[in-house]
């Protein structure tokens, strides 16, 4: 099986009760069960995101079904995502060169060690 690394960052609202907030949702036990679930259903097989500051930074892993547009398969898992990410922008913002409502932006990789050492 093949997959697709993305590597990802979002910005949040340079507020520490809100970024702290922010931080609590995205501990193992708070994880939205409806979530996980969408993700694991859209073709993501890994996750991390990483926090410095008010900067986000995501590594996602995918397999070859992942469309970055697809919506979740049923109602349910629709209307919890659509939940899910009302409730993220109000402590998330957009990087300054994103697009009108644009939140996790790709970025560009510019070194690769594995080829570097050929």
């Not at 697809?70 to 697009?99: N, Y």
């Amino acid at each position: 099986m093949t997959h697709k690394r993305y590597c990802l960052a979002l910005d949040l609202i340079d507020d520490p009760a809100l970024i702290e907030q922010y931080l609590a949702f995205h501990t193992p036990d708070k994880a939205w069960p409806q979530i996980t679930q969408n993700m694991r259903e859209m073709g993501i097989v890994d996750m991390e995101i990483y926090h410095l500051g008010d900067r986000l930074f995501m590594i996602m892993e995918t397999n070859e079904h992942y469309d970055p547009n697809a919506e979740p398969a049923t109602p349910e898992g629709r209307a919890k995502s659509d939940e899910w990410e009302a409730l993220m922008w109000q402590f998330q913002k957009p990087l300054p060169w994103a697009e009108e409502g644009q939140k996790w932006i790709e970025m560009n990789k510019i070194y690769d060690l594995k080829l570097a050492l050929t």
